[in-house]
T-cell receptor, first 116, second 115 residues
Framework: GAVVSQHPSWVICKSGTSVKIECRSL??????MFWYRQFPKQSLMLMAT?????????EQGVEKDKFLINHASLTLSTLTVTSAHPEDSSFYIC????????????FGPGTRLTVT | AQKITQTQPGMFVQEKEAVTLDCTYD???????LFWYKQPSSGEMIFLIY??????QNATEGRYSLNFQKARKSANLVISASQLGDSAMYFC????????????FGSGTQLTVLP
């Protein structure tokens, strides 16, 4: 199956700093990628849909100025958490679909963010 | 709007026995897909099984089968011959046919397989 990678797998940053998380489709081109957030022992909540070459579509309640998404190429989407606060500590997971190929959505391994 | 409900926060099963994880859904769309994912403690999301709304037969993948009851809007996951490695969080998810095709997840069921 298709492979999606994320980098870094975990990151610790200080409150007030920004951190960038990368999501890459390794063996296919993804025009659309999705970013999810998962708090401990909770479900995955969709944050935004990342579209190659255009602006991301954010879910209601997600601050677009705080969670900057850039999908600059067909294999890379980045999520930047700006001015991070401890409440942003979470598990961030991206996913992508192989265009025109079935139903399966491929998930990255996730990035655990801790803001101190 | 679509909604997925998993009413079992935690389940226990004896090794080698079968277990059913419940999932109900709500959507007004006629065309949709239902998924089950396994999430071990490492955090990765592992795809298990898929059922399309127009599929007449229940989906099966090895030890996993999906009991799809469309009229009841339920899509329960059955795991046969449970193994210790099956201990994980299990999520039911739905995707409606649309331009973005993002997934909506249920709250999850933590399955523990006992030796």
């Amino acid at each position: 199956g298709a492979v999606v990678s994320q980098h870094p797998s975990w990151v610790i940053c200080k409150s007030g700093t920004s951190v960038k998380i990368e999501c890459r489709s390794l063996d296919f081109q993804a025009t659309t990628m999705f970013w999810y957030r998962q708090f401990p022992k909770q479900s995955l909540m969709l944050m935004a849909t990342s579209n190659e070459g255009s602006k991301a579509t954010y879910e209601q309640g997600v601050e677009k100025d705080k969670f900057l998404i850039n999908h600059a190429s067909l294999t890379l989407s980045t999520l930047t958490v700006t001015s991070a606060h401890p409440e942003d500590s979470s598990f961030y997971i991206c996913s992508a679909r192989v265009p025109n190929e079935g139903y399966e959505q491929y998930f990255g391994p996730g990035t655990r963010l801790t803001v101190t | 709007a679509q909604k997925i409900t998993q009413t079992q926060p935690g389940m226990f099963v004896q090794e080698k026995e079968a277990v059913t994880l419940d999932c109900t859904y709500d959507t007004s769309d006629q065309s949709y897909g239902l998924f089950w994912y396994k999430q071990p403690s490492s955090g990765e999301m592992i795809f298990l099984i898929y059922q399309g709304s127009y599929d007449e037969q229940n989906a099966t993948e090895g030890r996993y089968s999906l009991n799809f009851q469309k009229a009841r809007k339920s899509a329960n996951l059955v795991i046969s011959a449970s193994q210790l490695g099956d201990s994980a969080m299990y999520f039911c998810a739905m995707r409606i046919s649309g331009s973005a095709r993002q997934l909506t997840f249920g709250s999850g069921t933590q399955l523990t397989v006992l030796p």
